[in-house]
């Protein structure tokens, strides 16, 4: 959990400290007016490096980034999302020198093993119809809640500005995507959290998908070529993020285990901290979806800490 929030630290800082610097040598690389906003822009990055896909697609419809614009960003979330996971991946190869050069103790991490192996084990069984029906009632029951008690929460803050980072707060899809967390996160405590041996997580994953495409088919990723220098912005707040993490567990001499799937449990989201943390061991794999799902949890309220730094920011 040091690491998860030390690389959620990493990426909320990184954004504003990536942008300050480039609004003073170049400003219309961080600039754009109204929707075009850059900042807009920036904050479905920082949705899904905190979280993952939902919370990019929470951020987009929060502060309304123009979407043929969109398709630029997810161009750079790809591109540096995935260098950052390739360095991962090859440090796990040598991760035995890394936890030395730490001076870290990966005993830890065979505890870790034994006890993951033994709850999963304990829950998993085939799903039965009952078992689908009783997970897509609980989805959509909660969802349905989430868009009575939205619309009802966001006419609250009704007199909120529009073109302000603040204006999240009048947003219905904000107040939606937070009361079906909250039910989501109350739910892990009953017995409903056995329905992850059913499969759950993978019910779950089917519907971020199909998110995630409906997205995807009105962008244009053409759009990065009208300001590259989004690259360079992206690279540098992931270098943020990593050097803070690097610091910490040298600090903390914590394992390289808990480093990359807590910057991936960030960073990937639950598409590829399972991946890495499986790299490993294959029975770590479920820690790695465990705080994935929990960037979901913290991910939309994170990013938006970090969009209003990077509007004042950008306006520096």
Request: aromatic letters at 10%; charged letters at 10%.
């Amino acid at each position: 959990l040091i690491m998860f929030f030390t690389g959620t630290v990493g990426i909320i800082l990184g954004g504003p400290i990536a942008i300050l610097p480039i609004s003073l040598v170049s400003p219309e690389t961080v600039g754009g007016g109204d929707f075009d906003a850059v900042w807009r822009g920036l904050s479905t990055l920082a949705g899904s490096w905190i979280g993952g896909g939902a919370n990019q697609a929470a951020m987009l419809e929060i502060y309304q980034y123009n979407p043929e614009k969109y398709g630029g960003m997810v161009l750079v979330d790809i591109v540096v999302a995935n260098l950052w996971m390739a360095i991962l991946l090859l440090g796990i190869g040598k991760s035995k020198r890394i936890d030395s050069w730490l001076k870290a103790d990966s005993s830890a991490i065979e505890e870790l093993k034994e006890k993951v192996t033994t709850f999963t084990e304990s829950i998993k069984r085939n799903p039965s119809l009952n078992d689908y029906m009783v997970m897509l009632g609980l989805a959509f029951g909660a969802v349905g809640i989430a868009h009575w008690g939205s619309i009802n929460i966001a006419a609250l803050f009704d007199d909120i500005p529009k073109d302000s980072a603040l204006a999240s707060f009048g947003s219905t899809f904000f107040w939606m995507v937070t009361i079906a967390t909250a039910i989501g996160v109350v739910l892990s405590f009953t017995k409903a959290k056995n329905y992850e041996g059913a499969g759950a997580s993978k019910v779950g994953s089917i519907f971020i998908y199909i998110l995630v495409a409906s997205i995807g088919m009105k962008m244009d990723l053409a759009s990065i070529f009208e300001n590259p220098g989004l690259i360079g912005i992206g690279l540098a707040w992931m270098a943020i993020h990593a050097g803070l993490l690097i610091l910490v567990a040298k600090l903390i001499k914590a394992p390289f285990f808990f480093l990359a799937v807590g910057s991936q449990a960030n960073v990937g989201g639950a598409a590829s901290a399972p991946v890495v943390a499986a790299e490993f061991h294959p029975s770590l794999a479920s820690v790695g979806v465990l705080l994935a799902v929990f960037g979901y949890v913290v991910g939309t309220y994170g990013a938006i800490l970090c969009t209003i730094l990077m509007e004042m920011a950008s306006a520096g």
